[in-house]
Structures are given as structure tokens and as C-alpha cells.
């Protein structure tokens, strides 16, 4: 079944921070793709992600959509890890009045939503404050 929960950790991008690095030109894709976005190349090699970034951008989500209301206000931010590779995650455990572009992050694997009362945990990627 696609929707259980072994499926989902064998997936290495979403568990283990996995990237796919072009053999040809080195451009790290996150998720990994087939064919390199900048030589176009097809093959790669790969390559976990740094832990750490600093926050290009980011807002604060008020009004949450289905299933993240009892989080609002959250932030999601753009960052930009230290290897180069940008990814849109959840900012947490930070002061929303206090975050700001240039902070730096690192990344924590932690539950990003459940599935009912007694449904499938589902986990990723969130940032927290570096510090």
C-alpha cells in the first residue's frame, strides 16, 4: 500500500536528507531528478544535504489551511543551506516577532502532521534557530 508507513521512510530525501549530485557538473538536486537542471546531464551520485543555512525569506502563515489550524501562527521559510541548496520548510521553536532574513537554521527531523486520531504519523524536515 502506497500510504503506509514504511513506504514513506524508504523514501531517502524525506528520512535520511538525501540529495542526487551531477557527476558532470556537480549541481545538487533536491529531490533527485533523472536529468540535470543545469548540463543535463543523467548521471549522479548521492549526497546528504548540509544541516545548516541562514533564511532568505519567509512569512508567517496566520490563517492555516486544513489540518495546520491548531498551528497558526507558524513561519515557513526559504533557506538557503550552507552547500548551496535552497528548500522551503517550516520554522520552529523561534520567536515569530523576533525572526528575521539572514538567521541562521538547522535542520531537525520532527512530525509534521497525523492523520487523524489514530492515524499515520507522517514526519520531515522542520528548521530551528542554530543558536
Known amino acids: 500500500m ?4 514504511r513506504y514513506w521512510r524508504e523514501i531517502p530525501q524525506r528520512y535520511r536528507y538525501e540529495a542526487a549530485r551531477c557527476t558532470a557538473c556537480a549541481h545538487v538536486a533536491f529531490p533527485p531528478r533523472t536529468l540535470c537542471a543545469k548540463c543535463r546531464g543523467r548521471a549522479f551520485e548521492p549526497c546528504t544535504l548540509a544541516g545548516e543555512g541562514v533564511v532568505e525569506t519567509f512569512t508567517v502563515i496566520r490563517v492555516a489551511p486544513a489540518g495546520y489550524a491548531d498551528e497558526a501562527p507558524y513561519a515557513v521559510g526559504l533557506i538557503r ?8 520548510a517550516q520554522v520552529v521553536d523561534c520567536d515569530l516577532a523576533r525572526l528575521a532574513i539572514g538567521d541562521r537554521v538547522r535542520v531537525e527531523f520532527r512530525r509534521i502532521r497525523q492523520d487523524g486520531e489514530s492515524g499515520i504519523l ?9 543558536t
Open 122 to 130: 507522517c514526519y520531515g524536515y522542520k528548521f530551528v534557530p542554530a
Open 2 to 5: 502506497i500510504g503506509t508507513a
Open 81 to 88: 543551506l550552507t552547500d548551496g541548496v535552497r528548500l522551503m
